[in-house]
């Protein structure tokens, strides 16, 4: 059983920064790309950020210039760097790995609000 561990949500203002993190704890996962989506409230889940391990990134259109995303393969993390948020950024962010066994794995969600 593999398991997404997300943490480093939480509540800031307009212009600042926040960071999430995602480890996978469990045993014989072989994960390929590790990512991030959000979904805000009457909103679709949409992606944030994606990175194939030892290969590309991708971004939304909407977080580009403002959010990098960092693995460790070794290590199966994943960190979001979110500077210069928006209220609408305001979302569940969800933890996302690909994994070559097990398919697509899921965090539980981790909760982004930025208001003043």
């Known amino acids: 059983q593999v398991q997404l561990v997300e943490s480093g949500g939480g509540l800031v203002q307009p212009g600042g920064r926040l960071r999430l993190s995602c480890a996978a704890s469990g045993s014989r996962f072989n994960i390929y790309a590790m990512g991030w989506y959000r979904q805000a409230p009457g909103k679709q889940r949409e992606l944030v950020a994606r990175?194939?391990?030892?290969?590309?990134?991708n971004y939304g259109d909407s977080v580009k210039g403002r959010f990098t995303i960092s693995s460790v393969s070794a290590k199966n993390t994943v960190s979001l760097q979110m500077n210069n948020l928006k209220p609408e950024d305001t979302a569940v962010y969800f933890c996302n790995a690909d994994d070559l066994g097990l398919g697509g794995l899921w965090g539980q969600g981790t909760q982004v609000t930025v208001s003043s």
């Open positions: 990175t194939q391990i030892g290969g590309s990134t």
